[in-house]
């Protein structure tokens, strides 16, 4: 069975940093694509950022992608998401995802709350 476990979101003043981790099991890691999702209390889905099963390919949203940076360590089965120079907007539950067939796969989140 496909899980992932999203951690490291907590209550953070704007400019501070956060790095989220998500682990992953029952599925070959390291030949999946991973993606990063938020979403903001009320609003919908957004995708964050993206990164190539070897990782040497990482795409992030164009509005963070000067704070933001994913990157992942295969042995260790695990994804990361970087969260520097934090703002208020960047409030939200934070999901890895894998895409699969029939549908992709989500965790259960994180949460990332900025304010003073």
């Known amino acids: 069975e496909v899980h992932l476990v999203e951690s490291g979101g907590g209550l953070v003043q704007p400019g501070k940093s956060l790095k989220l981790a998500c682990v992953a099991s029952g599925f070959n890691f390291s030949s999946k694509a991973m993606n990063w999702y938020r979403q903001a209390s009320g609003k919908g889905l957004e995708w964050v950022a993206s990164?190539?099963?070897?990782?040497?390919?990482?795409l992030v949203l164009d509005s963070v992608k000067d704070r933001f940076a994913i990157s992942r360590d295969n042995a260790k089965n695990t994804l990361y998401l970087s969260l520097n120079s934090l703002k208020t907007e960047d409030s939200a539950m934070y999901y890895c995802?894998?895409?699969?067939?029939?549908?992709?796969?989500r965790g259960q989140g994180t949460q990332v709350t900025v304010s003073s």
């Open positions: 990164i190539t099963s070897d990782g040497n390919t990482p």
């Open positions: 995802q894998v895409p699969m067939k029939p549908i992709s796969v």
